[in-house]
């Protein structure tokens, strides 16, 4: 069973950065991130295969938001600039989908793991 550990949310002025890292304690060929404010549906974030590297990013972030990972390491990290508001959020590591397709990012229930999150609050 996978275990993910997120880090590095935090509080930021509107228009800030912040970067976010989810270490796992195995292999997984699919990682992600999703989140979700208070009131609000889980919402995927940002995906990638980790072998090939191919990142899928929603709309909402495409642009502003950038995936890189340490495969060595396990450690997949979520860059994120122009923070608004609206990014505000518990955000949440997770792998493993049946396949690591666009799919999986509207499909919060497809995902085999899930970490305890990290919240990240912006400020206007």
């Known amino acids: 069973q996978a275990g993910l550990l997120e880090s590095g949310g935090g509080s930021v002025q509107s228009g800030g950065s912040l970067n976010l890292t989810c270490v796992r304690s195995?292999?997984?060929?699919?990682v992600g991130w999703f989140r979700q404010a208070p009131g609000k549906e889980r919402e995927g974030v940002a995906m990638?295969?980790?072998?090939?590297?191919?990142?899928i990013y929603s709309d909402s972030v495409r642009g502003r938001f950038t995936l890189s990972q340490d495969p060595a390491k396990k450690t997949l990290y979520l860059h994120m600039n122009s923070l608004t508001p609206e990014d505000t959020a518990m955000y949440y590591c997770?792998?493993?989908?049946?396949?690591?397709?666009?799919?999986?990012?509207?499909?919060?229930?497809?995902?085999?793991?899930w970490g305890q999150g990290t919240q990240v609050t912006v400020s206007a």
């Open positions: 990638i295969d980790t072998d090939y590297e191919r990142a």
């Open positions: 997770v792998s493993d989908p049946p396949t690591c397709g666009a799919y999986a990012l509207t499909s919060p229930g497809k995902w085999s793991y």
């Open positions: 195995t292999y997984s060929f699919c």
